[in-house]
């Protein structure tokens, strides 16, 4: 079995960047860390609140961030974090107190399988808060990034593609806004949403993913999805299940293997279980069959949840 190692190792001096400007929208940069350096070491020495930026390089590392931070990068086609470790995450931010992390303007991938089974691009635990902006996560061997426990995260304008299983996953009593993002790519869902808190998908594409675009179940308490294109996953577009209750407005679903949106029951899916929660929206442009774009299986299943498709809009409930 693999033990997990230390990434606190001893490297060459940080070169350290003071900043006199005034304030501003960003924090300056405390400390830039060079590609022969250590990241963990500047985040473990760095100040609360102190913004680590890295040049353009890879970096070979997993990270373990527990305090409030700022990562930033040159943007994802110039800077990169890959796997140093098989089986771990190759950023992990997690802790048992309130605190807020930012990631910006880098790839994150490599997360190699492995005991113990967590080498997902993006870990988010605990009680802490990830704003990961600009950001690419891809190639990981599990999901790109978990949001767990009671962990929050805001995901904007980030690519995550090619990973193993889901773009993203969000389970737990976590909860997420995802904004402007594309998620493609993944080898099965794009986004799995499963007894988590309330999760926010807007302004995003989600496509080509092996299985469904966007999947919710268990007992999701508020789940919206609005303004997203989702299209050629392999699945359906959007499905729904469990005790899940989710929103989706003014979204295009077009494209996709078998239905625009499902719920998780007969005889939409292969399932002796029944959709037990609330779907309600409308505006969606979820193409008719025989349309050059239509879904494989067709637009809606069941018909009791077309009002999704028309201007009007409607709502089922079958809670209890």
């Not at 767990?148 to 995260?153: F, V, W, Y």
Request: hydrophobic residues 40%.
């Amino acid at each position: 079995m693999r033990t997990r190692s230390s990434v606190g190792f001893v490297v060459p001096a940080l070169l350290i960047l003071i900043s006199l400007s005034p304030g501003g929208a960003q924090p300056p940069c405390a400390v830039t860390v060079l590609p022969n350096q250590s990241v963990q070491a500047a985040v473990d020495s760095a100040p609360p609140g102190a913004a680590i930026c890295l040049p353009p390089g890879t970096w070979r590392e997993n990270l373990v961030i527990g305090k409030p931070v700022v990562l930033r990068g040159a943007g994802p086609a110039e800077t990169a974090i890959v796997a140093r470790e098989p089986g771990l995450p190759v950023v992990r931010v997690e802790s048992t107190a309130p605190v807020e992390v930012a990631l910006e303007g880098v790839k994150i991938g490599g997360g190699q399988f492995a005991e113990p089974y967590e080498n997902h691009g993006v870990l988010v635990g605990g009680r802490a808060r990830l704003l990961l902006t600009g950001c690419a996560v891809g190639g990981n061997e599990w999901h790109g990034v978990l949001i767990r426990d009671g962990a929050e995260a805001v995901l904007t304008r980030c690519r995550l593609g090619e990973n193993w299983l889901y773009g993203l996953a969000v389970e737990g009593g976590a909860g997420a806004v995802v904004s402007g993002c594309v998620v493609e790519g993944n080898g099965s869902h794009g986004i799995g949403v499963l007894a988590s808190g309330p999760v926010t998908v807007e302004g995003c594409r989600v496509r080509g993913n092996g299985a469904h675009g966007i999947a919710v179940g268990g007992d999701s308490p508020a789940v919206t999805i609005a303004r997203c294109t989702v299209e050629g996953n392999g699945g359906s577009g959007v499905v729904v299940g469990g005790l899940a209750q989710v929103t989706l407005e003014g979204n295009l679903i077009r494209g996709n293997g078998e239905y625009g949106v499902a719920l998780y029951e007969a005889p939409c899916l292969p399932t002796e279980g029944a959709f037990a929660g609330r779907v309600s929206g409308g505006r969606n442009a979820i193409p008719a069959p025989g349309s050059p774009d239509a879904n494989g299986h067709g637009a809606i299943c069941p018909a009791e949840v077309q009002f999704l498709g028309t201007e009007s809009g409607g709502a089922l409930d079958r809670r209890r």
